[in-house]
């Protein structure tokens, strides 16, 4: 734990990512299997468990200081496992540990005690511990842990070390499960390369760059192709004889959420789309498919009531083999022919739009707009592009409708979390209702600059009203304008609505509250 914990505090307070990934790399480099397996993957993001869940750690911590003193501390630092780190007063009956264990020694303790055992073991840890170390296992334990460095940026780590593709490195990555010592064996040249033939693994995704003007110049019906851009979430399918896996676009396994659609796959192969669901035969909106994200195990009459459906846009393998180096329209061939012999009620395709010149794609992205949200914009592809993962330049392109824009009040405000911890960074705006009473609309937090944050931070601290734990009122005087995509009806809100991606989009110093919009705006745009 000591060089897991020297290591993080080393990455979270090194800016440059190129300067993380040396960092990390030497770490690798100097650690041995499994620590840094299990390193990377806490780091990345990609373990599947938790060593102890937040109420505990906060439990333990209520016997050793004051409920009061501990919550104005909290309040001060902005943190769980920070305030935790560095208020922790080890009890007198601490026992002493001669060392502190490794990595793969925590993990492995902790998964064999029951739950009085791990409560045990978590307090004789922080004993022995330093506030770095403190902080690193609480992070550690429950998934939480923050330092800057994205999963991408661990898998450039790992391809910069072996000198292959990134490609490379996230093709393996999700055929191999923590602590990848398959995968460091291939690294550090002692075993070949890991064999995932067999496997169902999910391949990075091809993404589009928005269009600028510019490119308008180069788009014609003989060289790119118009398909519209629905607003579900993007996966992919990957079957064979014996399973079907469904992807999401970070990588996640999220099968046993759509057991429906995982029984109409019958197909071997890989295919790329978007996962809609079609309440009463229609395809519905966001809104409906978040009903159905997350759950473990849905519900027969959920499945019957928003049944799951699949729109595929292209085909990355067929019968074992990729066919991911062959051009958009051929493998659009082959989607036709696969997708033609599945079931409509669960998969269709994705229609290529007919256009001569830039007004028909004005009017197709107009019409995307008049769709209620279902649909987002187009989606603008090169006929001749291989299936590349990331966004390579001049092959896809997004032309997503505008946003849809709000002027709201600044209710409260609350401080963020890991280098925005010291800030108030978290603002939940309203819009004016009957009486003039202000109806909370919905909760931003990013939008802005580094420097407009300081602005409105300092702005917060200086028209602060009564506090509510972390969250901190202010006077009804700052007005954002909030980008968001759409809106929906919620009884769960008190103003009846939930916006969808809601972001600042400017700061109107200049707007008096006053002249904010009214809730009534909002529901001229429900539908739309």
Not at 205 to 228: C, G
Not at 296 to 323: C, N, Q, R, T, W
Request: glycine content about 6%; aromatic content about 10%; overall charge negative.
């Amino acid at each position: 734990m000591e060089q897991f914990s020297r290591l993080l505090d080393d990455l979270y307070f090194t800016n440059s990512t190129k300067a993380k990934e040396t960092l990390l790399a030497d770490y690798l480099r100097a650690t041995p299997d499994p620590d840094r397996g299990w390193a990377i993957a806490a780091i990345a993001g990609t373990l599947s468990f938790d060593l102890f869940k937040r109420n505990l750690i906060k439990q333990l911590m209520m016997e050793r200081m004051d409920p009061f003193l501990f919550d104005i501390s909290r309040d001060y630092v902005g943190e769980l496992s920070e305030t935790i780190a560095l208020a922790w007063r080890p009890s007198p009956e601490a026992r002493i540990l001669n060392r502190l264990p490794s990595l793969s020694e925590v993990i492995a303790q902790f998964h064999a005690r029951d739950k009085a055992g791990i409560s045990e073991y978590l307090a004789e840890l922080l004993d022995n511990m330093t506030p770095p170390q403190r902080w690193a296992l609480l992070k550690l334990g429950t998934r939480s842990l923050r330092v800057g460095m994205s999963a991408r940026s661990v898998k450039r780590t790992l391809a910069n070390m072996k000198g292959v593709s990134l490609d490379t490195i996230e093709e393996l990555w999700h055929a191999i499960k923590p602590p990848y010592t398959e995968l460091f064996a291939w690294i550090d040249e002692d075993a070949p390369i890991p064999d995932i033939s067999g496997s169902l693994t999910y391949s990075p995704v091809m993404l589009a760059h928005p269009i600028e003007d510019k490119d308008f110049a180069r788009i014609t019906p003989e060289t790119h192709a118009i398909e519209w851009k629905f607003d579900g979430i993007r996966v992919q399918i990957a079957a064979n004889d014996v399973e079907t896996r469904l992807f999401s676009r970070k990588g996640d396994d999220i099968s046993h959420s759509f057991p429906d659609l995982i029984a109409a796959c019958d197909f071997t192969g890989v295919l790329d789309g978007e996962l809609l669901v079609k309440p009463g035969g229609e395809i519905g909106r966001f809104n409906d498919l978040q009903q159905r994200l997350n759950k473990k195990k849905p519900s027969k009459a959920i499945m019957e009531k928003l049944p799951a459906h699949f729109i595929a846009y292209d085909v990355l393998s067929l019968d074992g083999e990729s066919i991911k180096g062959k051009s958009f329209d051929a493998r659009r061939q082959e989607l036709e022919r696969l997708v033609a012999d599945l079931d409509e009620t669960r998969f269709s395709l994705s229609r290529i739009l007919p256009f001569n010149k830039k007004p028909d794609l004005d009017d197709l992205r107009q019409q995307a707009v008049e769709t209620s949200g279902i649909i987002e914009g187009l989606m603008i592809k090169t006929r001749t592009s291989p299936y590349v993962a990331g966004r390579p330049k001049h092959a896809w392109y997004k032309w997503k409708r505008d946003p849809f824009l709000l002027d709201a009040v600044l209710m409260y405000a609350q401080r963020g979390t890991g280098r925005r911890s010291s800030f108030y960074s978290d603002y939940t705006f309203g819009l004016w209702g009957d009486e003039d009473q202000l109806l909370p609309i919905g909760k931003a937090y990013f939008g802005f600059t580094d420097e407009e944050l300081k602005d409105i931070d300092r702005w917060v601290r200086n028209n602060a009203l009564e506090r509510f734990g972390p969250v901190q009122e202010v006077k009804k005087e700052l007005v954002f304008e909030v980008a968001f995509d759409s809106v929906h009806e919620s009884p769960r809100h008190k103003s009846g609505y939930a916006l969808r991606f809601p972001r600042i989009n400017r700061i109107r110093w200049d707007k008096p509250a006053a002249d904010a919009d009214r809730i009534e705006a909002v529901a001229d745009i429900v539908g739309k």
